[in-house]
Structure formats: C-alpha cells, structure tokens
C-alpha cells in the first residue's frame, strides 16, 4: 500500500513549519506538489518524492522560477 506523508510528517521529519513546506513547492518548486485525489482532497506527499526531494534530484516544477 502506497504511503502518503502529510503536513505534519514533514514538519517533524524536517524541522520546520507547515508555511516553509507550503512555500518549498507552491512558490519556490523544490519540492514535488502533493498529490491530490478527485475531487481535489489533498492525500499528501509519497516517500519516493520526499527521497527525490532530499538528495536534491527533483527537478524544479515547470513554469515556477523558470
């Protein structure tokens, strides 16, 4: 079964607010978008992407800082 990381995992696994998440993938790109169910719920980040994320192999998102 699939995994999914939500705000608070990330805030404990990387020390820091749910605003600096916020922004690592909705202004500044570093950090994959989560990923969203229909209808637009939000179910989170999956550990494959927290682990692209951290030995800095995500590319930034198209279209931000591009």
């Keep these: ?3 999914y990381h ?9 020390n820091c607010s749910r605003k600096s998440i916020w922004r690592w993938w909705a ?3 570093v950090l994959i ?3 969203k169910a229909r209808g637009g719920k939000l179910l989170g980040w999956l550990e ?4 692209s994320f951290e030995s800095g192999e995500v590319p930034l998102v ?5």
Aim: proline letters at 7%; aromatic letters at 8%.
């Design 1 to 3: 079964m699939t995994k």
């Design 6 to 14: 939500n705000y608070s995992d990330l805030e404990k696994r990387y």
């Design 27 to 29: 202004k500044e790109g």
């Design 33 to 35: 978008p989560p990923k």
């Design 48 to 51: 494959e992407d927290l682990l």
């Design 62 to 66: 198209e279209g931000i800082l591009s």
